[in-house]
């Protein structure tokens, strides 16, 4: 399994941006699936956004598109998640997965390796 690691949350206040990277190892960026998702206190965890190895993204529609963008540098070997305008109700821990090509990417069940997390506060 990948050694994932998050990076770059903090406490910010309502409107600020913050990015967010996951650092892999070896080639895991070019050819996996990667994905953000965030965990609340008592919530389930939740999908982020995704993008592939084509750089094909996805994202949750109805919580961040629009405000986030998820991108990689594969010579870097790093996933990125742009977040702006952030409100309240993106408080949570975000966590990066790595998942096989073509597994669903908007199910947690598809990653196979997950970093730390890294605490998102949002708050005045």
């Known amino acids: 399994q990948a050694q994932l690691v998050e990076s770059g949350g903090g406490l910010v206040r309502p409107g600020d941006s913050l990015r967010l990277s996951c650092k892999a190892p070896?080639?895991?960026?070019?050819?996996?699936?990667m994905g953000w998702f965030r965990q609340a206190p008592g919530k389930e965890r939740e999908f982020v956004a995704a993008?592939?190895?084509?750089?094909?993204?996805?994202y949750n529609e109805d919580s961040v598109k629009g405000r986030f963008t998820i991108s990689k540098d594969n010579t870097k070997g790093t996933v990125y998640l742009q977040m702006n305008s952030l409100k309240p109700e993106d408080t949570a821990v975000y966590y990066c997965?790595?998942?096989?090509?073509?597994?669903?990417?908007?199910?947690?069940?598809?990653?196979?390796?997950w970093g730390q997390g890294t605490q998102v506060t949002v708050s005045s």
């Open positions: 997965g790595a998942a096989q090509p073509g597994s669903p990417s908007r199910v947690a069940g598809s990653y196979e390796s």
């Open positions: 070896g080639r895991t960026v070019m050819w996996y699936t």
């Open positions: 993008i592939s190895r084509s750089d094909t993204r996805a």
